[in-house]
């Protein structure tokens, strides 16, 4: 997933923000703004293995009245050959790449927003009664994905 470098902002964009979002310090840190901006917009790595950014995120959680980050466990499903080997998604100018063919704990807010609106329309054949065929335009998922474990809270990684 690309992520937003908060360390090339300058101090006062990072206090604006937080500002806007109603997030608060005791005292200044940037490298702790920087976890709680994270946190914030869901880019800490909540679900990465023996980093420690697990617990990271769960201080964090308790320093700030932040909401319950809802994941739901999917896998992406390949639907051609010429697929990307990641479901590419963009959301309030942040960029994720999720693998596929692979269980991921996707953010709800990720699923609910964008995935489930990404749709195309495709060609399908109808055989008639008679025999004959005719194309109709259907819509369908652009990134078909099964879920594996339904909507749970971060905390419980």
Sequence with gaps: MAKTNYWSWKDSELKAFM????????????????????????EAEIHTDNTGSKELFKDIQKKVDLPKLMLTRVIFHSTSEQDLPYVPVGHQGLAFYIPREVEVDVPDYILNS????????????????NGDIRWIKRKVQRFPYSIVKPSFPADEL
């Excluded at 489930?116 to 054949?125: F, G, L, T």
Aim: hydrophobic letters at 45%; glycine letters at 4%.
């Design 114 to 129: 964008c995935i489930k609106d990404a749709v195309e329309e495709r060609m399908m054949p109808i055989t008639e009664m």
């Design 19 to 42: 500002e806007d979002n109603g997030i608060k310090l005791e005292t200044w840190s940037r490298k702790e703004a920087i976890a709680l901006i994270m946190a914030f917009t869901g």
